[in-house]
Nanobody, 123 residues
Framework: QVQLVESGGGLVQAGASLRLSCAAS????????MGWFRQAPGKEREFVAA????????DYADSVKGRFTISRDNAKNTVTLQMNSLKPEDTAVYYC????????????????WGQGTQVTVSS
């Protein structure tokens, strides 16, 4: 099993940057593909970005492509989401998620979730 704890959220103005981090417990972090999802009030949780277990593959939602970057450090058991050029529509609770077998873009692919961190972008 793996436990996930997100950090780095906050309130920023449009155009600013934020860096979210997800710290994972356990000695098998490098076996997990990781994803970031977000959920705005009244909306379903949606895919943001994913990275394979070794870091060789990354995928992004069209809405964040070119602005967000996902990366991981398997030696430090962390995955990071660098968010640039933030927009008000990026406002949401951001969740880190892990999957051991099912790399993908759906919430159902991921069996482990963090508690979320709030990102608020003002216009």
């Amino acid at each position: 099993q793996v436990q996930l704890v997100e950090s780095g959220g906050g309130l920023v103005q449009a155009g600013a940057s934020l860096r979210l981090s997800c710290a994972a417990s356990g000695r098998t972090f490098s076996s997990y593909a990781m994803g970031w999802f977000r959920q705005a009030p009244g909306k379903e949780r949606e895919f943001v970005a994913a990275i394979s277990s070794g870091g060789g593959r990354t995928d992004y939602a069209d809405s964040v492509k070119g602005r967000f970057t996902i990366s991981r450090d398997n030696a430090k058991n962390t995955v990071t989401l660098q968010m640039n050029s933030l927009k008000p529509e990026d406002t949401a609770v951001y969740y880190c998620a892990a999957t051991v077998r099912n790399y993908g873009f759906r919430t159902a692919n991921y069996g482990y979730w963090g508690q979320g961190t709030q990102v608020t972008v003002s216009s």
